[in-house]
């Protein structure tokens, strides 16, 4: 029995993919989660066979939640589920070496059979996925100037940010500023937009 763990946070959409995995004799859902810091728990408690983790979850991205099972070294196969053919969430993905990366818009039939394969040793992606592998767009920004952006896009203050970073406000804005001109955008929320759509943040 191939054990999974679903992290996705729009409850209908786990409940519809439960509801189908479970008709399968070989699969059985232990747990659903929605959001990452949820994921992580469940697959610590239950350890499933594969997780199936969507990327924009609350709390801890998919690619987080993925980055942490890599670095505990947690057997759980990994199956990135997305909307997005993001180059920069791709490259990220195989740099952590997950073992399948679909889009939410594949037949079933194919995420089954994913599940199957993975759990043989076969890495997936999806068809339509693959043009974004030679995107290789590069990230013009620094870490800090990434993580300022993220805590932007939050919806936290440059006050917020400077205490939460233990920096100046002056030092928050000139992150922010470099990454807005990096990024040719005319605004903080241009910029968050761009590199969000890219996966860089």
């Not at 239950?46 to 099972?69: N, Q, R, S």
């Not at 070496?97 to 997936?124: A, C, Q, T």
Request: one cysteine or more; proline letters at 3%; hydrophobic letters at 45%.
């Amino acid at each position: 029995m191939i054990r999974v763990v679903i992290a996705e946070d729009q409850k209908m959409l786990s409940g519809a993919l439960a509801s189908l995995l479970t008709l399968e004799d070989d699969i059985e859902v232990v747990a659903q989660a929605a959001d990452g810091k949820a994921a992580l728990k469940a697959i610590e408690n239950y350890h499933p066979d594969v997780c199936l983790l969507d990327i924009e979850i609350p709390f801890m991205t998919g690619l987080e939640v993925a980055e942490k099972l890599r670095e505990q070294k947690n057997p759980c196969k990994i199956i990135i589920v997305t909307t997005f053919a993001r180059p920069g969430y791709l490259q990220k993905a195989l740099a952590l070496k997950v073992d399948g990366y679909l889009l939410k818009d594949e037949p079933i039939d194919f995420l089954i059979s994913s599940i199957r394969k993975v759990i043989n040793g076969e890495r997936i992606i999806s068809t339509d996925l693959a043009a974004a592998l030679f995107i290789n767009e590069e990230n013009p920004l620094t870490e800090r100037e990434a993580e300022i952006l993220r805590l932007v896009k939050n919806g936290l203050t440059t006050e917020q940010i400077a205490k939460t970073l233990y920096l100046t406000n002056g030092t928050v804005r000139n992150y922010l500023s470099s990454a807005i001109q990096k990024l040719e955008a005319e605004s903080r929320h241009q910029a968050i937009k761009t590199a969000s759509e890219k996966g860089w943040i």
